[in-house]
């Protein structure tokens, strides 16, 4: 008796433990280890390199990590300030000019009509209305000034922002290059079409495994019912929980569209997985059951005598378990309810 009632436990169905969360493995994927943000940096010409720090350890946002060509860009801050200090003269030259020339036919015009006619008239005084000409003149030669001196401190602040490299955030630092033994030691560099990247920054205040799923069984599903795992070498687990999903498609092709799963890694991973940037992990995902589902091998299920005669899943489904609906048809098995 025993012999015939266990095997047909084991290839029909797996019962879960009621009232108790139970982890169901649902697919293993290839995934990846990010960081909450990250931001790289690239060298945008050749030239001298300095002030490099040691990146080992944490580091604050705004700490300066690289300069390029530096005492370049010290001239060409003088050379900006030269400018704005010689334009702001030019144009304030022409302002005062503008104002005496407003007073000038302002005199001009309050003089009683027979003095007016005896008196020089001032250039450009046809008639009153020059006055508001005058005054928006004045007006708009003065934001001119304001303007152009603003977009040359930007157009210099937007060249010091690449040369000129910071911290984005607080986090870790990753050159691209071995770092001198003399940090202080200007260095020659020229970026390789190979390599164009300078340095990477990474916010490691979370770490997160992603996952580009392509199922829509398990897009379907609520993302909170469903947390990812990846085993290590020593045996121990890395445990992912549902934090958000979006859109992806690799290389821009509407055909390879997938829902990339984001699942944040507990704090005290965060070493670990910093170190896992680079890797591609074997992500295992799991369906989380409250115990009242039912689990069935797909494999014992096709072996049923009903799947002869069965056109999908779905009906071979309703035909052994017709109480059941199906919560999701996953790699390996197929997760049940009662209806």
């Given at each position: 008796?025993?012999?015939?009632?266990?095997?047909l436990?084991?290839?029909?169905?797996c019962f879960?433990?009621?009232?108790?969360?139970v982890?169901?493995?649902?697919?293993t994927?290839?995934g990846?280890?990010?960081?909450?943000?990250?931001?790289?940096?690239?060298?945008?010409?050749?030239?001298?390199?300095?002030n490099?720090?040691?990146?080992?350890?944490?580091?604050?946002?705004?700490?300066?990590?690289?300069k390029l060509?530096?005492?370049?860009?010290?001239?060409?801050?003088?050379?900006?300030?030269?400018?704005i200090?010689?334009?702001?003269?030019?144009?304030?030259?022409?302002?005062?000019?503008?104002?005496?020339?407003?007073?000038?036919?302002?005199?001009?015009?309050?003089?009683?009509?027979?003095?007016?006619?005896m008196?020089?008239?001032?250039?450009?005084?046809?008639?009153?209305?020059?006055?508001?000409?005058?005054?928006?003149?004045?007006?708009?030669?003065?934001?001119?000034?304001?303007?152009?001196?603003?977009?040359?401190?930007?157009?210099?602040?937007?060249?010091?922002?690449?040369y000129v490299?910071?911290?984005p955030?607080?986090?870790?630092?990753?050159?691209?290059?071995p770092l001198?033994?003399d940090?202080?030691?200007?260095?020659?560099?020229?970026?390789?079409?190979?390599?164009?990247?300078?340095?990477?920054a990474?916010?490691?205040?979370?770490?997160?495994?992603?996952?580009?799923?392509?199922n829509?069984?398990?897009?379907?599903?609520?993302?909170?019912?469903?947390?990812?795992?990846?085993?290590?070498?020593?045996?121990?687990?890395?445990?992912?929980?549902?934090?958000r999903k979006?859109?992806?498609?690799?290389?821009?092709?509407?055909?390879?569209?997938?829902?990339?799963?984001f699942?944040?890694l507990?704090?005290?991973?965060?070493?670990?997985?910093y170190d896992?940037?680079a890797?591609?992990?074997?992500?295992?995902?799991?369906?989380?059951?409250d115990?009242?589902?039912?689990?069935?091998?797909?494999?014992e299920?096709?072996?049923?005598?009903?799947?002869?005669?069965?056109y999908?899943?779905?009906n071979?489904?309703?035909?052994?378990?017709?109480?059941?609906?199906?919560?999701?048809?996953?790699?390996?098995?197929?997760?049940?309810?009662?209806?």
């Amino acid at each position: 008796m025993l012999k015939t009632v266990f095997p047909l436990l084991s290839i029909v169905s797996c019962f879960l433990c009621q009232g108790k969360e139970v982890l169901i493995p649902i697919g293993t994927y290839e995934g990846s280890i990010v960081p909450e943000q990250m931001r790289p940096f690239t060298l945008p010409e050749k030239g001298t390199v300095t002030n490099l720090i040691d990146p080992e350890g944490r580091i604050a946002k705004g700490t300066v990590f690289a300069k390029l060509n530096d005492e370049q860009l010290k001239q060409e801050k003088e050379d900006m300030e030269t400018r704005i200090r010689t334009n702001k003269m030019t144009k304030r030259d022409d302002i005062r000019n503008m104002q005496k020339q407003k007073r000038d036919i302002e005199f001009y015009f309050s003089l009683p009509e027979e003095e007016r006619k005896m008196a020089p008239k001032p250039t450009g005084a046809d008639n009153k209305d020059v006055i508001k000409d005058t005054d928006e003149r004045i007006a708009l030669a003065e934001k001119n000034l304001e303007t152009s001196e603003r977009l040359e401190r930007e157009t210099y602040d937007k060249k010091l922002d690449k040369y000129v490299m910071k911290m984005p955030f607080d986090g870790r630092l990753q050159y691209s290059f071995p770092l001198p033994k003399d940090l202080d030691a200007p260095m020659e560099m020229e970026m390789m079409p190979t390599q164009p990247q300078f340095a990477t920054a990474y916010d490691d205040s979370a770490f997160y495994i992603t996952c580009p799923i392509t199922n829509a069984e398990i897009t379907q599903l609520d993302g909170k019912k469903i947390c990812a795992r990846i085993t290590l070498s020593e045996g121990k687990l890395m445990k992912g929980e549902f934090d958000r999903k979006q859109v992806s498609s690799a290389g821009g092709s509407a055909s390879n569209t997938s829902i990339l799963y984001f699942f944040k890694l507990s704090p005290e991973d965060n070493e670990r997985a910093y170190d896992m940037i680079a890797s591609r992990p074997r992500v295992t995902l799991y369906y989380k059951s409250d115990g009242n589902d039912t689990v069935v091998s797909r494999l014992e299920l096709a072996r049923r005598p009903e799947a002869a005669t069965a056109y999908s899943w779905e009906n071979l489904v309703e035909r052994v378990y017709p109480d059941y609906n199906i919560v999701l048809i996953a790699e390996k098995s197929i997760i049940l309810r009662p209806k």
